[in-house]
């Protein structure tokens, strides 16, 4: 493997097409101010380098980068890649991950709006995530140990097991497909609409007017902080281990919960049970 240690690149594609490559140390930054460093490029290593210019990483292959940091004027820095490892990195510049495939994110920064958007096989472990539209349109998606803050994520998101999360966030999980979060804390408006297949285990949930127009949605031992107007049109089988303010017209299913404030069945078409305990 090639390596090249301690260099200040700031030229038009200035490792255009390298393969079998260890970069170390360098800093993509300068006066040039030339775009798509390591674009198609295959088989290569970064490790402790600084990336100030935009679209670094394009239709690459096999790309691991390390302790590095993407500053906010590394815009769309990994675009049309695929086989990628992120660890100990800050991922600054907006877009920083599209229309990747078979991707590792392990410790790292992400403060990125429109990250994420349409990546396939996403693995993302004990990582800070900070965004808009945080991993819209994604697919094949594994978090573990990952905090979230910010409006619009998982929004389309198909086939995603989300476990041990602490999510701040706004109608999160709209037309998601296929999801399962485990353990997690989910804060925020309107989660999960017109969601399909979404289970949620042992999960905090907060917020108002949650999992509405729902189809085939699961709760199994969920806690529901200052939740109103609960499950309005889903198809649902929930069991709920605290109190949930208010319930309104769920369309199918079975709700087991300890209390809850107030019960609004005022429409024909709502046929779903409440079983109170209290």
């Known amino acids: 493997m090639k390596s090249i240690e301690g260099l200040r690149l700031d030229g038009e594609r200035a490792l255009y097409g390298e393969s079998s490559l260890s970069v170390k140390g360098c800093r993509f930054e300068g006066e ?33 980068i390390s302790g590095c940091e993407m500053t906010e004027s590394c815009r769309a820095a990994l675009w049309y890649s ?27 920064d992400i403060r990125s709006t429109e990250f994420g ?26 978090l573990k140990g990952v905090t979230f803050t910010g409006k619009y994520s998982f929004q389309y998101v198909k086939g995603a097991v989300i476990d041990g999360c602490e999510m701040n966030t706004k109608d999160a999980f709209w037309h998601a497909e296929n999801v399962t979060v485990t353990d997690s804390v989910l804060k ?30 699961r709760l199994i031992d969920c806690e529901m902080e200052n939740t109103d107007l609960a499950f309005e049109m889903s198809d649902v089988r929930a069991r709920i281990v605290s109190h949930v303010n208010s319930i309104k017209n769920p369309r199918r299913g079975k709700i087991t919960v300890p209390s809850v404030g107030n019960i609004v069945m005022d429409e024909k078409w709502a046929k779903g049970r409440i079983v109170s305990l209290k």
């Not at 798509?36 to 691991?64: M, N, Q, T």
């Not at 399909?196 to 999960?203: A, M, Q």
Request: hydrophobic fraction near 35%.
């Open 82 to 108: 695929q086989d990628v490892v992120l660890v100990d990195t800050q991922m600054h510049g907006v877009k920083a991950l599209r229309e990747c495939k078979d991707v590792t994110v392990h410790g790292c």
């Open 32 to 64: 040039a101010d030339g775009e798509s460093a390591l674009k198609e490029c295959k088989d290569i290593e970064v490790e402790s380098s600084y990336f100030d210019l935009r679209y670094p990483f394009w239709h690459d292959k096999g790309v691991r």
């Open 188 to 217: 925020g408006e309107y989660l999960g609409w017109y969601s399909k297949n979404l289970t949620l285990v042992r999960c905090k949930i907060s917020g108002t007017q949650p999992l509405c127009y729902c189809e085939n949605l």
């Open 117 to 142: 958007w349409s990546v396939r096989g996403l693995h993302m472990e004990n990582t800070r995530a900070e965004g808009e539209y945080f991993l819209l349109r994604a697919e094949r998606i594994f």
